[in-house]
């Protein structure tokens, strides 16, 4: 019902910057909140950070200072803006979507962050 896609991951020096980008497209009305996941080679997935519709922001402590998410309900779009990247920033995102209690998840973008 929902489809989730991620693009903006790339390979950065630490301390330089990316932005991430999900489009949300087919029934895209009802989604509570959106948001972001990450999962490092042999590590589980783990939130970074999410937002509601209402606008309310959640992050993960290890990223609340550097990762600010947002979102362009004209375009069913949200955004994760990631400043002073480190090397553990390096993992596989994955976008998340909740709709009628229910999840969705992007196939993931690689950012990897190099020393």
């Known amino acids: 019902q929902v489809q989730l896609v991620e693009s903006g991951g790339g390979l950065v020096q630490a301390g330089g910057s990316l932005t991430l980008s999900c489009a949300a497209s087919g029934s895209t009305f009802d989604i509570a909140a959106m948001g972001w996941y990450r999962q490092a080679p042999g590590k589980q997935r783990d939130a970074v950070a999410a937002i509601t519709i209402g606008g309310t922001t959640n992050y993960a402590d290890t990223v609340k200072v550097r990762f600010a998410i947002s979102r362009d309900r004209t375009k069913n779009t949200v955004y994760l803006r990631m400043d002073s990247l480190k090397p553990e920033d390096t993992a596989v995102y994955f976008c998340?979507?909740?709709?009628?209690?229910?999840?969705?998840w992007g196939q993931g973008t690689q950012v990897t962050v190099s020393s």
């Open positions: 998340w979507g909740n709709r009628w209690d229910r999840d969705y």
